[in-house]
């Protein structure tokens, strides 16, 4: 008996090493798509909400915030430097959170309406940039995992 709980802990723990790869798929493609969506805007736009949102150095930022976006969103995808790359992500994720999100409550998703133009929705809550710092955080803690640059990099 003892034989079989053995294989069914070796299966589990082979599983649980394969967690990281879909917290990194996710997170890093969503950072990637909205640095991207940023800089598809142009830089000077992201700014001009930035200063009105009274953050200072408004340019300066913008090209920061996008940067850490695409490039950090690039190292968790491959799982480089997860932890590294995780300090500034989550400092981007919190601001957003604290200045933007958090006066429109808990839920990123508050539809309004059904229109003949489509679904129409309410501003979004800190919902998503919670899931985004629950997804840095676990990837600090256990690893990126398997497939990663950090593994490789370990061996």
């Known amino acids: 008996?003892?034989?079989?709980?053995?294989?069914v802990?070796?299966?589990t723990q082979t599983l649980a090493d394969w967690a990281p790869l879909p917290l990194r798929l996710i997170a890093g493609y969503g950072f990637i798509?909205?640095?991207?969506?940023?800089?598809?805007?142009?830089p000077d736009h992201f700014a001009n909400i930035l200063d009105a949102l009274g953050v200072p150095f408004p340019h300066l930022m913008s090209l920061a915030t996008i940067?850490?976006?695409?490039?950090?969103g690039a190292m968790i995808l491959a799982g480089?430097?997860?932890?590294?790359?995780?300090?500034?992500m989550a400092v981007v994720l919190l601001v957003a959170m604290?200045?933007?999100?958090?006066?429109?409550?808990?839920?990123?998703?508050?539809?309004?309406a059904i229109t003949p133009a489509?679904?129409?929705?309410?501003?979004?809550?800190y919902e998503t940039d919670l899931l985004y710092l629950a997804c840095l955080a676990a990837l600090v803690m256990v690893g990126a995992g398997p497939l990663s640059f950090d593994a490789r990099r370990r061996t």
């Not at 489509?118 to 501003?123: D, L, N, P, R, Y």
């Open 1 to 7: 008996m003892n034989g079989d709980n053995t294989l």
């Open 9 to 11: 802990d070796k299966a």
């Open 33 to 42: 798509a909205h640095g991207l969506a940023k800089l598809g805007r142009g």
């Open 67 to 72: 940067g850490i976006e695409i490039i950090g």
């Open 80 to 88: 480089a430097f997860v932890a590294l790359a995780s300090i500034p």
């Open 98 to 112: 604290f200045s933007v999100h958090w006066q429109y409550g808990f839920s990123s998703i508050k539809l309004l």
């Open 118 to 125: 489509g679904a129409q929705f309410g501003q979004p809550g």
